[in-house]
């Protein structure tokens, strides 16, 4: 049905008021842009604190107008759809860049190069996840996914070092290919349903009707994309050479944000493809995905001698976790999955605020970080409880949250029955055993070896603080789980 | 009084949060406090026995709040309690873990490095152990679980031993790899379980006492007592039990699960050794009293005899072991292997007298094996030197030292007039009891734990031969002069413990007032469920 103009600005208008969020966020980035050409001192934080309002806008608005996204709504022409359910990542993304630039204040990487730029591209990245969170139309996926990508390229190479280089140029070059293989999916799933917006009736039924094996085949390569995005197994190589030159905001965010809209989309891709006739195991190959990228993440973050490496593996791993949520796709694992997420965010951000401050005091390498839980007692107990969440022991929010998901799992196993959900529960909880070997191995040198030569020398007062507050909610999440999961509940589940 | 548990719980965890402001050298302030702690526990100690009646076997001191109550939509309602209260066994392990602490507190007195963190550390396990042994709701038994881990892995690792940090990651790795078997169970009974009191919406809860009462699992569910579920060739219940079966035997520890604890033992410092022994193996055999054998007495009954031969298995294999140990340290720590089997064995006879037996050895080793790492400290004290052949004839040389060995040996190895042997008798009886009425266990498994009985007085007496008796001869290294006896500290600890060691051995009825109604309670509601289950 062909609309007439003024309808079609009227629906514009409308859409603007439910996407107030990435209003703000691309008014920020003129702002910032325009804001530095009158800027003499290049050495100030306006533009830090500038950005930092966006945020804080984008945040505020999502959250009081969080009735507002009850109903889901498709916006642009079915290009996007605002629901609670991306509301919500997008509030988690844009805490975490807020964290990433109270975190690029205080970096030792970046004190030299910090400019207004750094944070177009910050808010840039932030706009192309939620965007991606919200798509509903394959080319909307891929035109936000570019725009997180592309920025996320250039703030890993943020170090303007050899490693930081070398770093965002694989980054690049496997995300390109990523992109390519992603797109080709896409063009295939076009071309046999005829239709891009994947959420609505004509591309299920179509999918359903013209069953062949290029369905699997293209269905696969689009899955590609997004595993890149969360660095899961086969597409993880990249993490840990980013992980090594970049500087440490950066990884921070890279492995929060690019990561949970890579979870959203995914969830929504296969929602879709679960609602067709297909003859294809999408649970089956998402489940084996899972049990690789967590085998593969734990066990090489086993022989890992640097801090930042660790995490790289680490953060694999997690993903794997995260993808269970996607694995079982009920509306109980989708609520684990949020608060999966909330956790993760606040533990890793934890985790690498204080390993800046270690940093900062030269301490990069796991042994050199022995004995320094003397002299740098607050910040070592902080990164301890940070990795035990990580780990998913109590007393930490990182043990309700991996409850939380295994009980969706066992719930799933219990419905459907299959073997490979129990094998998938009985292989993630014996990783746990594996993860706390490394997890714990910097505490391990901080407090049970003898202490080296180092003594603080960098104030790291206002890393501390942002590391005490960040571990605070861990532990008030594992006493009191209902009071983020109460607010999940109001969360309406229309995928 | 109100909440005495809760009371005797964060008592010391109070104490560890007024640690954190005092300055790490007032070392004597921290040694005073850890008495303060342990005197303020004893008087909640006397107020609980004040207030509760042993002949009852039910659940008494109950202290219920809501922890949090989570609505899921269409699955139902996930509601955690914080649920406490003790019965026969709870009370037992309660009064051991407050009686031991004091004794491991005095004995941290030579604790000379990083006494700050050493205490603090020492009070949070305090409280996560007399948590865990209070704790009637599984989360919250899971958590206090969990909370000695780590503590545990810093006593060993920071205070111990040349090997310490190998034996400490050791100890984490076995014991997470238990607790996580105990998770899949938790999470699987979790989604099994609903109050009684559930209507529409399901509430689904960790509540241990619904737990234990077939009648609400929710039909259908994967734990379902109809056994429709199965995983190969067995049912989801059968799986669920091994589980926690050998979960918690790794904690026990029993053979072959038990590798990790002669080393823990011989790096950890002596309270902590002390600890170990005493409380920390209780958790596992406890573990199996509260949870694992009430939730699947019919699985319990199908594996009853695995159970008692990994008893049996324990109590000779690491009777033999501690015949070849060379470091005295490592002796104890085998004979506290062996004779935490008799506990398994009591267990798996499921008759009144073996579970008595079972809870009243749990009791008492744990006052005896404290008395023999205490024994085994002051040695190590001295010398720095534990080997058994580097001694001999210290009779002569420590007498007051010696009097102790012997009641200590004596009472390990079971002779009559000592808690011990009152423990291995009920528990032999059970056995054999077991034999001609439930048919659980054959004679030859409690003739074969009588032989583990000779085994242990082999060698304790062989030892005491080697170290103690003939003429007076140290290996040329160590210097005669720091053999000196026992002082006021040692004498004071060993001879409390020595005392009690007698007091429960002569008028065992003290504590057996407690122990039988649960173990005749713990034997009825066993066999009712196994009732229920196979004609609901």
């Known amino acids: 049905m062909e609309q007439t103009l003024s309808a079609k600005l009227k629906s514009i208008s409308v859409g603007l008021y439910y996407t107030m969020p990435e209003v703000i966020l691309s008014l920020g980035i003129v702002a910032v842009v325009v804001f530095s050409f009158f800027l003499r001192n290049r050495k100030t934080n306006v533009p830090a604190l500038l950005t930092l309002g966006v945020f804080i806008a984008s945040i505020a608005y999502a959250t009081l107008s969080w009735t507002f996204y009850r109903t889901p709504v498709s916006l642009f022409g079915n290009m996007v759809r605002a629901d609670q359910f991306s509301a919500y990542f997008r509030i988690l993304a844009d805490v975490a860049a807020g964290l990433t630039v109270l975190m690029a204040l205080r970096s030792k990487d970046l004190s030299e190069k910090l400019s207004s730029e750094f944070y177009v591209f910050l808010i840039s990245a932030v706009l ?107 597409m993880h190589i990249w993490a840990p050479d980013v992980y090594e030159g970049s500087p440490m905001p950066v990884i921070a965010f890279l492995s929060v944000v690019p990561k949970l809209a890579g979870i959203v989309v995914l969830i929504k891709l296969v929602m879709a493809f679960a609602l067709t006739t297909v003859q294809f195991d999408w649970q089956l190959v998402l489940a084996i995905i899972a049990m690789i990228t967590i085998g593969i993440g734990n066990f090489s973050a086993l022989w890992q001698n640097s801090a930042r490496r660790m995490m790289a593996y680490s953060s694999i791993a997690q993903s794997g976790f995260l993808l269970i949520g996607v694995v079982c796709l009920t509306p109980q694992s989708m609520q684990a999955l949020l608060f999966y997420s909330a956790v993760y965010m606040a533990s890793n951000y934890a985790v690498f605020i204080a390993l800046q401050a270690f940093e900062k005091n030269s301490i990069d390498s796991i042994p050199l970080f022995g004995g320094v839980g003397r002299s740098f007692i607050l910040i070592s107990i902080v990164l301890l409880l940070a990795l035990v969440s990580l780990t998913g022991i109590p007393p930490t929010g990182g043990f309700t949250s991996k409850l939380f998901m295994f009980a969706s799992l066992w719930a799933s196993y219990a419905q459907t029955g299959k073997t490979i959900l129990l094998w998938l529960l009985v292989f993630g909880l014996l990783n746990t055993v594996v993860s706390l070997f490394y997890y714990l191995k910097i505490p391990y040198y901080t407090f049970l070896k003898t202490p080296g030569s180092t003594l603080p020398s960098e104030n790291t007062a206002f890393e501390n603080f942002l590391a005490v507050i960040l571990v605070t909610g861990i532990l008030f999440l594992f006493i009191r789980p209902d009071f983020l999961m109460g607010w999940l509940n109001t969360v309406n589940f229309v995928l | 009084m109100q909440n005495l548990l809760t009371y005797l719980i964060f008592t010391p965890v109070a104490a560890a949060l007024i640690g954190l402001f005092i300055s790490a050298e007032a070392k004597k302030t921290f040694r005073i406090l850890t008495l303060v702690v342990s005197f303020v526990q004893l008087l909640l100690i006397v107020a609980i026995v004040g207030q509760t009646t042993p002949q009852l076997g039910s659940f008494q001191l109950l202290e219920k709040y809501s922890w949090f109550s989570i609505d899921l939509g269409s699955w139902g309602i996930l509601k955690a309690e914080y649920f406490l209260g003790l019965d026969g066994l709870g009370f037992s392990m309660v009064l051991l873990t407050v009686l031991i602490m004091l004794i491991a507190g005095i004995s941290s007195w030579t604790i000379d490095k990083n006494v700050k963190g050493y205490f603090i550390l020492l009070w949070i396990l305090n409280g996560a152990i007399i948590g865990t042994f209070s704790a009637l709701d599984f989360l919250l038994f899971y958590l206090f679980f969990e909370f000695m881990l780590l503590p545990m892995y810093f006593l060993i690792g920071i205070w111990g031993g040349p090997k310490r940090e190998y034996a400490s990651i050791k100890f984490l790795l076995y014991t997470l790899l238990g607790s996580i078997l105990i998770l899949v169970v938790l999470i699987a009974l979790v989604i099994s379980v609903q109050t009684p009191e559930s209507g529409d919406t399901v509430v689904h809860t960790f509540n241990l006492l619904h737990m234990s009462d077939p009648a609400n699992f929710i039909f259908g569910s994967i734990l379902n007592p109809d056994g429709a579920w199965t995983i190969g060739s067995q049912t989801a219940r059968w799986w669920a039990f091994l589980f926690l079966f050998i979960g918690f035997a790794i904690k026990l520890p029993a ?245 009690m060691v007698l007091i429960f051995g002569i008028f065992p009825q003290v504590l057996l007032d407690y122990v039988n109604p649960f173990a005749q309670n713990f034997s009825d509601t066993i066999f009712e469920s196994i009732r229920f289950i196979q004609n609901p």
């Open chain 1, 128 to 234: 192309g996840s939620h965007l991606l969170m919200m798509s509903t139309n394959l080319i909307m996926v891929f035109i936000s996914l570019e725009v997180l990508s592309i920025s996320s390229y250039i703030l890993a190479g943020y170090k303007f070092s050899r490693k930081g280089a070398e770093g965002s140029l694989k980054y690049f070059l496997f995300g390109s290919a990523a992109s390519a293989i992603m797109l080709y999916g896409f063009s295939i799933l076009f071309g046999i349903t005829g239709t891009l917006e994947f959420t609505s009736a004509t591309f299920t039924n179509n999918l359903s009707t013209n069953q062949s094996a290029l369905v699997i085949v293209s269905s696969m390569m689009a899955f590609a994309g997004f595993l890149y995005k969360i660095a899961a197994a086969p």
């Open chain 2, 255 to 499: 053979v072959p699960l038990h590798t990790w604890l002669p080393d823990a033992h011989v790096e950890a410092p002596t309270p902590i050794s002390v600890i170990l022994a005493a409380l920390l193996l209780k958790v596992g055999a406890y573990g199996l009293l509260r949870i694992a054998y009430p939730i699947f007495p019919e699985a319990a009954l199908e594996l009853s005899s695995v159970v008692a031969f990994v008893g049996i298995l324990s109590i000779i294999y690491a009777a033999l072991n501690a015949l070849a140990a060379k470091d005295l340290k490592r002796l104890i720590a085998y004979s506290s292997v062996s004779h935490m089997g008799f506990v398994l064995l009591g267990l798996a006879s499921l008759t009144v007298e073996g579970i008595s037996g079972a809870v009243y050895q749990m009791f008492s080793h744990g006052l005896i094996s404290a008395m023999l790492f205490l024994i085994a400290g002051v040695l190590y004290d001295r010398t720095h030197d534990r080997l058994i052949n580097n001694y001999s004839g210290l009779a002569s040389k420590m007498p007051v030292f010696f009097v102790f060995v012997l009641v200590a040996f004596f009472a390990s190895l079971g002779l009559p007039g000592f808690s011990g042997f009152i423990a291995e008798l009920m528990i032999l009886l059970g056995a054999l009891a077991s034999g001609s009425t439930n048919q659980l266990i054959s004679e030859g498994f409690t003739f074969a734990a009588a032989f583990g009985l000779i085994l242990g007085a082999a060698y304790y007496l062989w030892t005491l031969q080697r170290m103690f008796f003939g003429p007076f001869h140290v290996k040329n290294e160590i210097r005669t002069e720091l053999l000196t006896d026992v002082d006021k500290r040692e004498f004071g600890m060993l001879i409390s413990l020595a005392l």
